[in-house]
């Protein structure tokens, strides 16, 4: 007796312990249980420790409240027919209050989802051509993210965001895509070069203008002061043979140049310039040369004053 009465009451408190066990019901953080009283929907238990009546409340299933993600492959076309396939992930989340709606209104939300993507990206990605396709990416996620969230919201479901992760058009298309860049590129590369070839010629042309300007004022201060040599040359002679005519100084004068050209010709031993026959009598002609012009100059000089005074009288 003894012995039956252990087991009896063993029993009993194992059926007691279990009955407690049943009735006790521990929800995570960020979740939510569905519970169920004799098949009909009684109640949503939040996180936390919740008691229910055994075998005729029981918890079907856990609700996840976290952000979820749903990666979803469509391939479409745009308007100027190039086959693309487009990746777009959407970030969606279980709306709190709204947990019945979402476990009991739709038996496979993500397929809904993926369903409602493929829609809206078939619909927007045919307005445009390839390349407004990558510009406009973030336009037509958003459009997407906009037209699913009206209508997942009234199944308790939140579209937090929609992206498209990635663009992948034909491969033929993308050689020929990238073949138009590289000639593009190259075309810059071009400019760039002719543009820099142009800067350095007009610097070489300044350089040379500014060269020769310098080449000029230094040829003009030198025969200047070969002028003013002269000048001073003629004045000293004068002063120290006053008996001298003005055609015995112009004679010393350019005999004198004569013998000091000779001299830097035959002491340089680079010279490259080959004298021709010619001997120091010829400074007489050249001398000649230089009166003969100089008196001619003269006599222009007073017909034309002449002519003018007459033109006055008249």
């Not at 075998?55 to 308007?79: P, S």
């Not at 619909?123 to 996620?141: G, H, Q, S, W």
Request: with cysteine; proline share 2%.
């Amino acid at each position: 007796m003894v012995q039956t009465d252990l087991i009896f009451n063993a029993a009993i408190i194992a059926i007691i312990a279990g009955l407690i066990f049943k009735s006790i019901v521990i929800v995570k953080e960020q979740t939510s249980a569905v519970i169920e009283r004799l098949g009909k929907f009684n109640k949503i238990c939040d996180s936390g420790l919740h008691f229910i009546i055994p075998f005729i409340d029981r918890k079907v299933d856990i609700v996840n409240l976290r952000v979820q993600q749903l990666d979803v492959g469509v391939e479409t076309k745009t308007m100027d027919d190039v086959f693309v396939n487009l990746k777009v992930s959407v970030q969606f989340k279980v709306t709190r209050e709204k947990v019945r709606d979402a476990y009991y209104s739709l038996d496979n939300a993500r397929g809904q989802i993926a369903s409602y993507v493929f829609d809206d990206v078939r619909a927007e990605v045919p307005k445009l051509e390839l390349d407004d396709v990558f510009a406009k990416k973030d336009d037509i996620a958003k459009a997407v993210r906009i037209n699913i969230a009206e209508i997942m919201e009234e199944f308790g479901y939140t579209i937090i965001k929609t992206l498209i992760t990635d663009i992948d058009p034909d491969h033929k298309v993308k050689e020929s895509m990238n073949r138009i860049n590289a000639a593009k590129r190259d075309k810059e590369a071009a400019m760039e070069v002719a543009a820099g070839r142009k800067i350095t010629i007009i610097a070489e042309a300044e350089a040379e203008a500014e060269s020769k300007r310098l080449s000029g004022e230094g040829i003009a201060r030198q025969r200047l002061e070969i002028v003013r040599g002269f000048k001073e040359s003629v004045e000293d002679f004068q002063k120290t043979l006053k008996n001298v005519s003005h055609e015995e100084v112009m004679q010393f004068v350019l005999l004198t140049q004569y013998f000091d050209t000779i001299n830097n010709v035959g002491s340089n031993s680079k010279n490259t310039s080959i004298l021709i026959p010619h001997s120091p009598g010829a400074m007489q002609d050249f001398q000649n040369q230089i009166i003969q012009g100089t008196f001619i100059g003269e006599k222009l000089n007073e017909f034309t004053d002449d002519d003018d005074d007459q033109k006055d009288n008249d």
